[in-house]
Nanobody, 113 residues
Framework: VQLVESGGGLVQAGGSLRLSCAAS????????MSWYRQAPGKERELVAR????????NYADSVQGRFTISRDNAKNTVSLQMVSLKPEDTAVYYC???????WGQGTQVTVSS
């Protein structure tokens, strides 16, 4: 199992970023996928989750209405579109396969005020 995130960077408050996670080594379309984040000095937290078919999603209250998780099972990718970013969104963002505790290496998102 391999999960590789990309798309992080530095953005001003109010800006947007799109994170992507490329998956390999397993049958991607069979697994629910999630995005988590970890800010300095804080515990890792769930940001968004999507079912294997992509027909249901859920979000942390703190990102509801600003972030959108999606997936392309033909391309084995899961994405996180982030808009109206806030400084408190600054964190390392991780892609996770929900079954079997598989994580990507993370991508840094920094939102300046």
């Amino acid at each position: 199992v391999q999960l590789v995130e990309s798309g992080g960077g530095l953005v001003q408050a109010g800006g947007s970023l799109r994170l992507s996670c490329a998956a390999s080594g397993f049958t991607f379309s069979s697994f629910r996928m999630s995005w988590y984040r970890q800010a300095p000095g804080k515990e890792r937290e769930l940001v968004a989750r999507i079912t294997s078919a992509g027909d249901s999603t859920n979000y942390a209250d703190s990102v509801q209405g600003r972030f959108t998780i999606s997936r392309d099972n033909a391309k084995n990718t899961v994405s996180l579109q982030m808009v109206s970013l806030k400084p408190e969104d600054t964190a390392v963002y991780y892609c996770k396969r929900d079954s079997g505790n598989y994580w990507g290496q993370g991508t840094q998102v920094t939102v300046s005020s």
